[in-house]
């Protein structure tokens, strides 16, 4: 499972060994300003839509990019039986590759509740 480390103006995400194979990726940094929504899900797996570059194990699993003909593109690393953190990005200031990024996580809920008040805070 991925692991997300929140500083004051970055959330940093690593993936797994199995997580990288299918995602393409060891890490991810997005700056705290580029987060819209952070929200905590019970069912992030239902979230990852449209076309995909990935792994998918229904109901089960999801890992990889969705999103790759149209639509949000969607970074996921998404499981069944845990919470999910939901993030919408600003694409362009996330560096320009994701709309959003769906991670399972079972601190989900207090990690969006720290970045939605580390966005308030933001001028």
């Known amino acids: 499972m991925a692991s997300v480390t929140l500083t004051a103006d970055l959330i940093d995400v690593r993936f797994t060994a199995t997580e990288r194979l299918w995602i393409g990726r060891e890490r991810i940094a997005v700056p705290i300003a580029a987060v819209r929504q952070a929200a905590c899900v ?24 969705w999103g790759i003909f149209g639509g949000p593109r969607q970074l996921v690393s998404a499981r069944r039986g845990n919470p999910g953190l939901h993030l919408v990005l600003d694409r362009a200031a996330a560096g320009g590759e994701f709309d959003e990024i769906v991670l399972s996580d079972p601190a989900a809920p207090a990690l969006a509740q720290a970045i939605r008040q580390a966005t308030a805070v933001r001028p």
């Open 42 to 65: 019970d069912r992030p797996l239902s979230l990852a839509r449209g076309a995909r570059r990935g792994y998918v194990v229904s109901g089960f699993i999801k890992l990889g990019i």
